[in-house]
């Protein structure tokens, strides 16, 4: 009798278990959004926003000019989109509002981290007028630094004496100038991210499709010199550099349906995926070229844009989606585990650790990094769509 009624129990658990996501996205969640508003209780103003930690353990913050800024209010959007919580929403808003002046700041490339991170993730869930008129006029600071002769935009002022440097990281930017085309009708913002994306895939990479760091080019677009900056050698392949080209190109994808930058975002992915030195956790060395390892430090940073990247590449790939797919689920299963991720309370509130920012120059060194967590978190939001086959 009571056999009887315990069987079925049994299999329906086992059924359940059979289908239960490798990624438990609730849990997770749960976990971030803690550590995210723990984050704001311990600041008593937005003028800087949380990046990584100092040396002697304490918070780093940096101010609304620096790279990041935007990376904090868009984790709170992410975390809001999710759990539709009024309190995350109103985080959301008051550190988005602190990013307001950067939409004048025409010295940096960063705009689309900065803005569209937080801006553009505010106005796609709230059609706040007052956040469209924000990101219009950042993508027009942001076209400002493309000189048509060269046909890219330009990333520094100066590098090592180079006036026109371009990094690999510049791909993630034009995502923020393909919406601006699509919001204000001008073909201009259109024109600058695919011909800054065309130049990109001719000069930045390899034969065997790793990329340089950085290209730097002539007043007429001569390239000049091929080296590095955040990586190993100027030949290595800097471990995040990889995952930016493998998003950047995903996302160029996406908006454009050109076939060669499928085949380009799939030539990435295959050159990270196959790499001999990607450990067994898919996390890999912060530079695949690191001469270090096992030693070498992880950088989870990499891990998380390039899962966040495979997820949404999984969706265009015919030939290896459901590849692109499994790698992704492993390195968010690896992110969740607690190698990576941070107890509640834990890592200065960050959500991930052991990410490096600038090793090169001894900087953000086997950290938490603000940008590993927005990756991390966009990821747990995209799995929890693509795993039941929706559309990101
Ligand atoms: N320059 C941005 C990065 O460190 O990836």
Redesign the pocket.
Known sequence: MKLRFLLPLAGGLLAAAATAPAVDVAAAMQVAGQQLELADKARTTTTRQPFTVNPDGSLKDREAAW??SGFYPGSLWYTYEYSKKPLDRQLAEKWTAALQQEQYNKSTH?LG?MLYCSYGNGYRLTKNPAYRAVLVEGARSLASRFDPKVGLLKSWDNHEGYKYPV?I?NMMNLEFLFWASKATGDKQFYHIAVTHADNTLKHHFRPDYSSYHVVCYGPDGTVLRKKT??GYADSSAWA??QA?GLYGYTVCYRETKNPAYLAQAEHIADFYLNHPNLPADKIPYWDFNAPDMPAAKRDA?AGAVAASALLELSQYSKASGPRYFKAAEQMLQSLSSPTYRAAVGQNNNFVLRHSV??LPAKAEVDVPLV?ADYYYIEGLLRYDKRRVGKSI
């Open positions: 790279w990041t960063d981290f990094i990281d900056a955040q995040r550099g930016w940073s920012g600038h940008y």
